[in-house]
């Protein structure tokens, strides 16, 4: 089982970057592809960023692309995203999710992938 816990979030203005940290348990954790996702109420959870287990390949929404950074270090178990001129339409709880299974690599946008999420962290951007 691996647990995941978001950090990072908070207020800022447009304009202004964040660094979201995703901790997880567990030693198998740099085995899995992960992604990041957000949420506003009443929408669905949509896609925002994902790098596979070794951190060679990753992808982007193309609403971020540009902006945001996905990065890993399986060595201390955390996964990062990166949050530059963030924008009013980026506010959102992000998610920190894993697949346990390296599912194929090119469903990274879907939630199904992942088998385990994180609770979240509110991101608030300010105009």
């Known amino acids: 089982q691996v647990q995941l816990v978001e950090s990072g979030g908070g207020l800022v203005q447009a304009g202004g970057s964040l660094r979201l940290s995703c901790a997880a348990s567990?030693?198998?954790?740099?085995?899995?592809?992960t992604g990041w996702f957000r949420q506003v109420p009443g929408k669905e959870r949509d896609f925002v960023a994902a790098?596979?287990?070794?951190?060679?390949?990753?992808n982007y929404a193309d609403s971020v692309k540009g902006r945001f950074t996905i990065s890993r270090d399986n060595a201390k178990n955390t996964v990062n995203l990166q949050m530059d001129s963030l924008k009013p339409e980026d506010t959102a709880v992000y998610y920190c999710?894993?697949?346990?299974?390296?599912?194929?690599?090119?469903?990274?946008?879907?939630?199904?992938?992942?088998?385990?999420w994180g609770q979240g962290t509110q991101v608030t951007v300010s105009s």
């Open positions: 999710a894993a697949d346990r299974e390296n599912r194929n690599w090119y469903s990274n946008r879907g939630v199904n992938k992942y088998d385990y």
């Open positions: 567990g030693r198998t954790f740099g085995r899995y592809d």
């Open positions: 790098i596979n287990w070794s951190g060679g390949r990753t």
